[in-house]
T-cell receptor, first 112, second 111 residues
Framework: GAGVSQSPSNKVTEKGKDVELRCDPI?????LYWYRQRLGQGLEFLIY????????KSGLPSDRFSAERTGESVSTLTIQRTQQEDSAVYLC??????????FGSGTRLTVV | GENVEQHPSTLSVQEGDSAVIKCTYS??????FPWYKQELGKGPQLIID?????GEKKDQRIAVTLNKTAKHFSLHITETQPEDSAVYFC??????????FGAGTRLFVKA
């Protein structure tokens, strides 16, 4: 597609439930990134993919967070046993050769 | 470790005035410096970028300058308009696949 698509745009979940966030990058973009943005804050790096592999998982906050990418395309970020501190906007971006990023509009996750 | 510092955190200007946001980076191997604008409820959008072999780049009302010796770069917005109100992020990259972002500057343009 023309841009990076994320779904759902909003997600409200109960504490302790698992959630899956989806990112469809721009076709042909080899690099894909996940960031977390808390209200009024900056961009917190979570993970990036080069193709289907994840050379850098250093930003994942805990083992409750995991991500995968298949077909050098769609990526899914999974948060298990959600906690209230997981509430944030989760942003996905893709890029060609790691330069300028194209971001999606994000998924706003609220854990109640 | 790698770090990008951005100042100010908040900037308020009158419509028509200029706005300047400054960033410093720590990794001397950085060679690509993009700037992003984030409007409310949206993801950041790339608005301008500069590479290390260039000292200045302009695109209409926005310009970016780079001083590699001092390891700092700046965003200049002239003739500001209310629609320029947003959060701006600077970033630095060594050309690999990891980009370090600044903490952001919230710009308010008062009509």
């Amino acid at each position: 597609g023309a841009g990076v698509s994320q779904s759902p745009s909003n997600k409200v979940t109960e504490k302790g439930k698992d959630v899956e966030l989806r990112c469809d990058p721009i076709s042909g973009h080899t690099a894909l990134y996940w960031y977390r943005q808390r209200l009024g804050q900056g961009l917190e790096f979570l993970i990036y993919f080069q193709g289907n592999s994840a050379p850098d998982k250093s930003g994942l906050p805990s083992d409750r967070f995991s991500a995968e990418r298949t077909g050098e395309s769609v990526s899914t970020l999974t948060i298990q046993r959600t906690q209230q501190e997981d509430s944030a906007v989760y942003l996905c971006a893709s890029s060609l050769q790691g330069l300028g990023y194209t971001f999606g509009s994000g998924t706003r996750l609220t854990v109640v | 470790g790698e770090n990008v510092e951005q100042h100010p955190s908040t900037l308020s200007v009158q419509e028509g005035d200029s706005a300047v946001i400054k960033c410093t980076y720590s990794d001397s191997a950085s060679n690509y410096f993009p700037w992003y604008k984030q409007e409310l409820g949206k993801g950041p959008q790339l608005i301008i970028d500069i590479r290390s072999n260039v000292g200045e780049k302009k695109d209409q009302r926005i310009a970016v300058t780079l001083n590699k010796t001092a390891k700092h770069f700046s965003l200049h917005i002239t003739e500001t308009q209310p629609e320029d109100s947003a959060v701006y992020f600077c970033a630095a990259s060594t050309g690999g696949f990891k980009t370090i972002f600044g903490a952001g500057t919230r710009l308010f343009v008062k009509a």
